[in-house]
């Protein structure tokens, strides 16, 4: 069946370092990838999205890498932040409209 | 510019009980989802509805869940003789469209079912 996994449960970093969360998709018929961020006790932030036509997007800090050869998907944050600890989840969406989500990555950054 | 709205944030419910959680979509929006989230999980996608239609409920539990966006008013998801394992947190997001359009989601209702 479908799937979204991520490869690292947990990823520690210091304050200024670039951080890479890496996610893998199993369905090669997704069309939309999203990343969001998810804070203790809040709903999931919306980063960061691209479409299958695509294979790189930049936003502020951030950065979205699509490879639909081996259907792996990483999100890129430069210089990051205490601010951007959190639980980070790739979404795969199919016509737009339901997402399947991955179990997450926690990130933590130390001071 | 409000973002999605939820309520309850928080819901206690003993077995057997119903839940009501209602998702006022974000200004402009007309599409939304249900998502439901146990802890240290990923969401897991329930329905999605457009005004006064249900367009996909393949993710909704065949029994005791229900759903409804009217024309006028929130979008309810509803859950009868709830049972513990309901416990979780369920979320709702919006987008303008259902093609093409980010979905933007609330802060949540956490339900614990005693």
């Known amino acids: 069946g479908e799937s979204v996994g991520l490869h690292l449960p947990t990823l520690s970093v210091q304050e200024g370092d670039n951080s890479i969360i890496n996610c893998a998709y199993s369905n090669s018929a997704s069309d939309y990838f999203i990343w969001y961020k998810q804070e203790s006790g809040k709903g999931p932030q919306f980063i960061i999205d691209i479409r299958s036509n695509m294979d790189k997007r930049q936003g502020q800090r951030v950065t979205v890498l699509l490879n639909k050869t081996v259907k792996h998907l990483s999100l890129q944050i430069a210089a990051t932040q205490p601010g951007d600890s959190a639980v980070y989840f790739c979404a795969e969406g199919t016509g737009f409209q339901k997402l399947v989500f991955g179990t997450g990555t926690r990130l933590l950054v130390s001071p | 510019n409000a973002g999605v709205m939820q309520n309850p944030r928080h819901l206690v419910r003993r077995r057997g009980q119903e839940a009501r959680l209602r998702c006022s979509p974000m200004?402009?929006?007309?599409?939304v989802y249900w998502y439901r989230q146990l802890p240290e999980e990923g969401l897991k996608f329930m329905v999605y509805l457009q005004k006064e239609n249900i367009i996909d409920e393949s993710g909704m539990p065949k029994e005791r869940f229900s759903a409804e966006f009217p024309k006028e008013g929130p979008s309810i998801l509803r859950i009868q003789q709830v049972v513990r394992g309901d416990s979780a947190a369920y979320f709702c997001?919006?987008?303008?469209?259902?093609?093409?359009?980010?979905?933007?989601f609330g802060p949540g209702t956490r339900l614990t079912v005693l």
């Open positions: 997001a919006s987008s303008r469209s259902g093609s093409g359009d980010t979905q933007y």
């Open positions: 200004k402009g929006h007309s599409h």
